[in-house]
């Protein structure tokens, strides 16, 4: 081999350790990303000891494919959303992507379609024609910082009344003890709880239409490298279109 040959031989060689390195970088931060989440059926509850939901299948096949093996922690809503925006290393699902949200972390999904609706006690009598109705009531439950609480607040609504704690059932509780007259939430995901409580003769949705319609998703630290945010993305991607997402939802279906 002569010098010239062994000069390219050689610079072939360190393009490729170069971009192998660059490939265990990448797996080397998706191993260092901490999932979290809240409690929220259908998409992530406890059954027992074990995570199990819709998005939680579907974070565990992600890092089953990447080779992250941290395990997913659950915290109430604002704790995690609030670890997730500020702490490098976080994620957080399933997060609902607003435009209020959107410049604030770095996506990858959608992991599910959303959309808002409204809840009210059935024996409250007054018909919710529209967003304007909403305004005249008393107070509306919402979650600190969820989406339904900055949809709402960004709408100049003066009269949340706003639980700290874990979305779902605490809201579903103050609207069923006349706490609260209206109750906010993704149209499945309260569907599912109200059914779960033996509720739905108690609770119902209002005549309003969708507050806004988009999708759960995965929201990363805002200062997360955008190699890891490629490999998260694709590897969701495989999923869907090998027919392993598809098989996950259908397990959960009732």
């Given at each position: 081999m002569n010098m010239q040959n062994s000069f390219i031989h050689h610079g072939h060689l360190f393009i490729f350790i170069a971009f192998f390195l660059g490939?265990?970088?990448s797996a080397s931060y998706a191993l260092q990303i901490q999932?979290?989440?809240e409690?929220?059926?259908p998409w992530q509850m406890k059954q027992g000891k074990?995570?199990?939901?819709i998005s939680v299948d579907i974070i565990k096949e992600i890092q089953?494919?990447?080779?992250n093996d941290?395990?997913?922690?659950m915290f109430p809503w604002n704790r995690a959303y609030n670890m997730t925006l500020?702490?490098?290393?976080?994620?957080?699902?399933?997060?609902a992507r607003s435009k209020e949200r959107e410049a604030l972390f770095k996506w990858v999904g959608p992991l599910v379609p959303l959309k808002f609706v409204m809840y009210k006690n059935k024996n409250d009598l007054k018909i919710y024609h529209n967003l304007n109705d909403a305004k005249s009531v008393a107070a509306i439950a919402v979650t600190k910082n969820d989406v339904s609480e900055q949809f709402l607040r960004?709408?100049?609504f003066n009269n949340l009344q706003i639980d700290i704690g874990n979305s779902g059932q605490e809201n579903i509780h103050r609207v069923l003890k006349g706490q609260a007259q209206l109750y906010s939430s993704g149209y499945i995901s309260g569907h599912y709880q109200i059914n779960e409580l033996h509720l739905n003769d108690k609770i119902v949705m209002t005549k309003i239409p969708p507050l806004f319609e988009s999708s759960l998703s995965i929201a990363f630290n805002i200062n997360t490298s955008d190699k890891i945010i490629s490999l998260w993305q694709k590897t969701l991607d495989e999923i869907k279109s090998d027919g392993t997402y598809d098989r996950i939802l259908e397990k959960y279906r009732k």
């Open positions: 490939m265990l970088s999932p979290l989440t409690e929220l059926a074990k995570l199990v939901g089953k494919r990447i080779g941290k395990e997913i922690i500020k702490k490098e290393g976080f994620s957080l699902f399933s997060t960004d709408k100049g």
